[in-house]
């Protein structure tokens, strides 16, 4: 809910407001973010106060406003020149280089919904926009400044479009889609950084002075930061404390800064990444941020996070896959690499499909000269020597066995060696002059250029054609060589963001065109899981390395900002093809049912027990998809070196138990605790059966199975879940084996399903 009064602005949602004023001289004043202020409260002017500073150095507005310094000030959007010397939201050369502006309210105007449609696309049915408008005090120089409040999910949506009605040409140099100032830097930043294969690794540390940032100049939203950021105040944790979390809703190079002023205020900056950049506008022309969110909980990161997933499942995914049951997918890539043909695929898939598997995804290597990653891309026609009865053949025979087909794409790229790039080697990102460097023998297509996208919209729809059912969108190799030699650009400095635009109208395009089919955005595993990407797709690979280890922390970044229906993990086979670790079959699956479960190793390769292990986890996974693919994912307290984590319907609540290591003797009971279990009710624990093989228990084997061991199964009052948690079954320590004796190995787990029953 929006309301104005006097000058005055509260955006409220059902826990949060956030407040702005415009000030005696005409600036937009943040005022507050942060727990509930009704618009009707008494005293909200003592929130800041008067403008009543004297400073000794300090840059003052003008000789008639003494006291009014605009660095001191809690800012709305900032611009250089007039005094506030920290980080500026927006930054806007002209003339001869000049770049101070000073914004000033001109307009404001709070309608329903939203009126302006960009792309990435987010919905806005139920909500509110402000517009507030600013123009330079001299220059026809104009901010527009936009605000969607989503009052149930605690979510304000955020951009800003600059625009120019000078005679003259501005460069626009930074852009920010959202900047925030808190009144303190009593907070904690967290970032989700990495690399390939370690995606999403969050990153926990106190704000001190000067700035921190975390970036992407790789093209793509990168696995080397995420554009996801949390503040959280030094005592917040999973389930209690105040924290804010921003996040863009773009594919392309961003940047995240945190300042410390020196006076200790705190200045949240959220933009498109200045490197590189410089966007030209003429008159009459304008540019529009990306947009970006915003959230406040005061009940710790898991409800903060539960705010983003609700968002993004609500009103950032289009398709019609958003809200639906994900299929359970069987991928070749590492069961075949390059090495298959038509019977190999065609017997995996028969072995998946009597797992209950339901879709088979032929990955990389099926068209063209692709026999190997030094060829091929580009060239989007079935290689029939590997498929002789074409790719439609290929999919009725999948359809045949019940199961839905999908296939692995790789759109945006072109090799030196293959017939795209002997037809237009113009439309490979290279600068003139210059030799291109590749990444994965690879390069880039410059999807700045609208024929390059027309060109992919038909290759991509004849391929769509075939009767697919799920596509692998990938991209495997970051920019490089910052060129475009579209007739549209004027200025090089608009090269990345054109691509990400084209990128996106081709996503439009083809997400139209083929409505039914569900998408998986993946790019070298994890290197653009964004919620730009999320809009066309509703799950994303999360990360090349499925090692239920590494997972751990790969996919708790991941859920922090993501919900558990667009995480896509499968079983791969162990030892692991990325850690060599070697994880038993069933802890595998422990960790990759949380989100999307799909299976990625050579069945062929395993033994009927095996396959029968398999079979039950998908019986099990059907069983609890809802609330794996759809639940609100938290963390339970940790106990005893396990990780606990829930995913909770309003059915059932399903617990994964993972330790890294299997300490012996410790001596005590691992506890599973449920802090938000309702003390009035009565609920069932079952430990799901798992399956134990020989092989992992050796010598022991024969003194394992004389023992009948016991399900766990226990009745046990919400009181004793939420205030002291259930001691869990000892777990195996070289004492022998009792009827209760659990089997946890290195990288072990357990799944429990816990029911209401009263
Ligand atoms: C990188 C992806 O992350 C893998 O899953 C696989 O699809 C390969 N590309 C294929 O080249």
Redesign the pocket.
């Known amino acids: 809910m929006i309301t104005e009064r006097n000058g005055w602005f509260f955006l409220s949602t059902a826990h949060s407001s956030y407040i702005m004023r415009i000030s005696s001289l005409g600036h937009m004043e943040h005022i507050h973010y942060g727990g509930y202020i009704p618009a009707s409260a008494e005293g909200t002017f003592w929130i800041q106060g008067p403008d009543d500073l004297r400073l000794g150095d300090g840059t003052y507005y003008d000789e008639d406003h003494q006291h009014s310094f605009l660095g001191r000030m809690l800012c709305e959007y900032s611009t250089p020149g007039k005094g506030d010397t920290r980080e500026s939201a927006l930054i806007v050369e002209y003339g001869n280089g000049l770049i101070t502006l000073d914004l000033l309210h001109q307009s404001h105007r709070i309608y329903p919904g939203k009126d302006y449609d960009i792309l990435p696309r987010v919905s806005a049915s139920d909500a509110e926009t402000l517009e507030i408008v600013l123009r330079d005090a001299v220059l026809p120089v104009f901010a527009t400044l936009r605000y969607t409040v989503y009052k149930e999910e605690d979510i304000i949506l955020r951009s800003a479009e600059i625009r120019n009605e000078c005679d003259e040409d501005i460069m626009l140099r930074t852009v920010s889609s959202v900047m925030l100032d808190l009144p303190d830097s009593e907070w904690d930043l967290i970032s989700f950084d990495g690399a390939w294969a370690r995606e999403r690794y969050e990153n926990r540390r106190a704000l001190c002075p000067g700035v921190i940032s975390v970036d992407s100049k790789l093209g793509f939203t990168s696995s080397e930061h995420n554009s996801l950021l949390f503040l959280a105040r030094p005592d917040a944790d999973d389930s209690h404390g105040e924290a804010i979390a921003v996040n863009q809703i773009y594919s392309g190079n961003h940047l995240e800064r945190v300042e410390v002023s020196p006076f200790g205020f705190c200045r949240v900056l959220s933009s498109i990444n200045p490197f590189g950049f410089g966007w030209k506008l003429g008159n009459g022309e304008s540019f529009r941020s990306p947009e970006a969110i915003l959230s406040y909980s005061s009940s710790g990161l898991d409800s903060l996070s539960y705010n983003l997933h609700r968002f993004a499942v609500k009103y950032i995914e289009n398709s019609i896959y958003k809200d639906k049951i994900r299929p359970i997918a069987i ?1 070749n ?2 069961a075949t ?1 390059f090495d298959f043909n038509e019977k190999k695929l065609m017997d995996l898939a028969v072995k998946a499909e009597s797992a209950g598997i339901e879709l088979f995804v032929l ?3 099926w068209y063209g000269r692709r026999s190997d ?1 030094t060829r091929g891309l580009g060239d989007w026609v079935v290689n029939r020597k590997k498929l002789p009865g074409g790719l439609d053949g290929f999919v009725r025979g999948i359809h045949d066995l019940g199961m839905k087909a999908g296939i ?1 794409v ?1 759109p945006e790229m072109v090799s030196m060696d293959s017939a795209l790039y002997e037809t237009h080697p113009d439309w490979m990102v290279a600068i003139p002059g210059r030799k291109p460097s590749p990444g ?1 023998h690879q390069y880039l297509l410059d999807l700045s250029r609208p024929e390059v996208v027309d060109y992919l919209f038909s290759a991509m729809s004849e391929v769509f054609s075939s009767g697919v059912d799920y596509v ?1 969108w ?1 991209a ?1 190799r970051n920019m490089s060589d910052y060129f475009t030699s579209s007739s549209a650009v004027k200025w090089q400095g608009e090269f990345f963001h054109r691509y990400i635009l084209g990128l996106y109208s081709l996503l439009d395009r083809l997400t139209k065109a083929f409505p039914s089919i569900l998408f998986e955005f ?5 290197n653009r899981f964004d919620l730009g990407a999320l809009s066309f797709s509703p799950q994303g ?1 999360t ?2 390395n499925t090692d239920a280890m590494s997972r751990i922390r790969i996919q708790h970044g991941t859920f922090r900002g993501y919900p558990l229906s667009s995480v896509s993990n499968h079983v791969t086979a162990s030892p692991n093809h990325q850690s060599l670790r070697i994880t038993g079959l069933e802890d595998r699956f422990g960790v990759a049912c949380f989100g999307i479960l799909g299976y ?1 190793l050579d069945l062929g390769k395993l033994s009927e027990e095996e396959l029968g292990v398999i079979k039950e986890q998908i019986a099990f996974y059907k069983e609890h998809r809802k609330t794996l693919q759809y639940g609100a994912f938290r963390h339970l307290p940790s106990s005893d070196g396990a990780v606990f984590w829930m995913a909770e319907s309003d059915d059932e609540m399903i617990v994964l138990e993972y330790q890294d290591r299997n300490m012996v003797n410790t001596g005590r009971h691992r506890r599973l605790r449920i802090p938000h279990a309702d003390p009035a009710s009565l609920y069932s624990v079952q430990r799901r059966e798992k399956h134990v093989f020989k092989e992992d228990l050796g010598d022991l084997w024969e003194s394992y199975s004389a023992v009948s061991h016991e399900p766990y199964s226990i009745t046990v009052s919400g009181h004793v879940l939420c205030s002291a948690g259930v001691a869990l079954p000892p777990l195996f320590m070289g004492r022998g084996f009792e009827p209760s004796t659990r089997i946890l190995n290195d990288n072990g787990s357990d799944l429990y399903v816990i029911r209401k029953v009263r």
């Open positions: 991928n890539w590492e690499y990955d990389d290597g990653d692995w790789e994965r692998k990938d495997n993946c790019a070298s595993g994890g690979w990360s090349d990625e």
